[in-house]
C-alpha cells in the first residue's frame, strides 16, 4: 500500500502545528498565573482546601516587589465589580477596628490550613519582602482570643494591617502554651477607604 507523500507532509504539518499552538497555550496561561499570583490561592486538592506551601514559599523568594499592585480579592458572585470587605470583629483590643480587604492572598500562611514555622523575625522580614518600601509602623495589637498580632503599617500605596498567628509549645509541665516566638500563619490586608 503506497501512501501519498503530500499525505505524510499535511500530517507532519499538522502535528507540529499542534504542538506549537498548545505550548503558546501554555506560555499564555503560564503568564496569566503570573499577573494573579497576588490573590491566587495555589491548592493542592480543592476539595480539601489543602494549599502547597511550596508554591508560596517560592513566591517569598523569586518576589519583585515592583511588580505588586496591593489589589484586593473580588467578589466571585454575579457582580464581578463587588469586591470582598472583611469585616473584622475582634477582642476589646481591636473592636474599633478599620475595614480592611484581603490582599496577597497568594502569599499568605493560613494557621488552620496550611501553618508556617518561623521565627517572628523570620514573619518580619517576608512582610518587608511583599510591602512597600516605605512603609511605617504606626501601631501593633494582640487578640488574644485567637493568639494572634495585628501590626499596622503606613504608606503611600495605603495602609497596611498584616496578622501573624503564634504557635504553641508544651512547657516542663507538659502544658501547651503560647510561643510568641513562633509564627505559624501570616495575613495581609488592605484599609478600605
Not at 500530517?11 to 491566587?40: A, D, T, W
Not at 489543602?50 to 484586593?72: A, M
Not at 454575579?78 to 497568594?106: H, M, R
Amino acid at each position: 500500500m503506497k501512501i501519498n507523500k503530500k499525505i505524510i507532509v499535511a500530517m507532519c504539518l499538522v502535528s507540529i502545528l499542534s504542538v506549537g499552538c498548545g505550548s503558546i497555550n501554555e506560555e499564555n496561561k503560564s503568564n496569566e498565573r503570573v499577573e494573579n499570583i497576588e490573590n491566587h490561592i495555589p491548592y493542592i486538592d480543592k476539595n480539601n482546601d489543602e494549599i502547597d506551601n511550596s508554591i508560596i514559599n517560592e513566591r517569598y523568594e523569586n518576589v519583585k516587589k515592583e511588580d505588586l499592585t496591593y489589589d484586593t480579592e473580588e467578589d466571585d458572585s454575579k457582580d464581578n465589580e463587588k469586591e470582598v470587605i472583611t469585616q473584622v470583629y475582634f477582642a476589646d483590643s481591636t473592636k474599633n477596628d478599620i475595614n480592611y480587604k484581603k490582599i496577597l492572598q497568594g502569599f499568605s500562611y493560613a494557621s488552620e490550613s496550611n501553618p508556617c514555622d518561623l521565627t517572628y523575625n523570620q514573619a518580619i522580614e517576608l512582610v518587608k519582602k511583599l510591602l512597600p518600601d516605605d512603609i511605617k509602623q504606626v501601631n501593633s495589637t494582640v487578640d488574644e482570643e485567637v493568639d494572634k498580632e495585628y501590626i499596622y503599617y503606613e504608606s503611600s500605596k495605603g495602609n497596611f494591617r498584616v496578622g501573624l498567628s503564634y504557635g504553641y509549645e508544651f512547657n516542663d509541665e507538659n502544658i501547651e502554651v503560647v510561643n510568641k516566638n513562633k509564627i505559624v500563619g501570616i495575613d495581609y490586608s488592605k484599609e478600605v477607604k
